[in-house]
């Protein structure tokens, strides 16, 4: 069922034209989407989204950067596809590593990164080879992919939603319709948690951010208390069934 609507979904990525004919120059996207085959198993070094579809967690980022690497990614996988999993956790940059240390330490060490669902607010890629930089519009280009962040969310059913940096927090404010303040830092700070419905958003900040441990951490810790909920509601039910 989850697979049909995830198939689905990349299909009308696949057809999306809203972020490659930006007339801003130097600002438009690379629909990797359009070759369906291209990302039916991973789109990104990062995750393979056709096998997480059942996690309690999704994290969101910014954008999967430049289409380069995507593309060095899929002519790996097109060698060997039995490889996926090594190719995921073959990528070693400083953001994961810090992610996943962020998410061990703050479970003590019952979570890592593979068990998480990974996506962005941004669905396309980079040209160039630039991971970072103004080659892209983020406002136009986040709200561009809302649409297809709500149909990930809806398919994927997280307890909890962690947002990287402030635009992945832009685009489920616009979705949702909740208020947050002018920085990533004033929103932690009035609201650390936002409850929607049957799930909650935890704003982070980006894992390489100038901000120290602790108070990195203090916001990865409140994931817990939402997981360990639903795990004590689930065993409370059992219960109650037997």
């Given amino acids: 069922m989850k697979s049909g609507k995830f198939q689905e979904l990349i299909r009308d990525m696949g057809k999306c034209s809203k972020c490659i004919n930006l007339k801003c120059k130097n600002k438009s996207l690379i629909n990797v989407y359009q070759d369906y085959n291209f990302c039916i198993n991973i789109p990104s070094i990062w995750t393979d989204w056709f096998n997480r579809q059942n ?6 980022g910014q ?6 690497d995507m593309k060095k990614l899929y002519e790996m996988l097109s060698a060997d596809k039995s490889n996926w999993r090594e190719l995921v956790e073959s990528e070693n940059s400083n953001t994961k590593k810090i992610l996943e240390k962020y998410i061990m330490e703050s479970s003590n060490n019952k979570y890592s990164l593979g068990s998480i669902y990974i996506t962005n607010a941004i669905m396309c890629a980079r040209q160039g080879e630039l991971y970072r930089g103004n080659n892209i519009d983020l406002k136009m280009s986040t709200l561009n992919c809302s649409e297809y962040l709500l149909r990930q969310i809806e398919i994927v059913q997280p307890r909890v939603i962690l947002t990287l940096g402030y635009y992945p927090l832009m685009s489920l404010s ?10 990533l830092k004033e929103t932690i700070s009035k609201f650390p948690e936002v409850l929607i419905n049957d799930f909650v958003i935890i704003p982070l900040y980006h ?7 602790d108070e990195q951490l ?8 939402f997981i360990d909920l639903k795990i004590q509601n689930n065993s409370e039910e059992i219960a109650k069934d037997e």
């Fill in 218 to 225: 203090k916001q990865y810790q409140r994931i817990w208390k």
């Fill in 63 to 68: 954008d999967w950067g430049p289409y380069s």
């Fill in 207 to 213: 894992p390489v951010a100038q901000v120290k441990k």
């Fill in 174 to 183: 616009n979705i949702y319709h909740f208020n947050i303040e002018k920085t």
């Fill in 55 to 60: 996690s309690e967690i999704m994290i969101i």
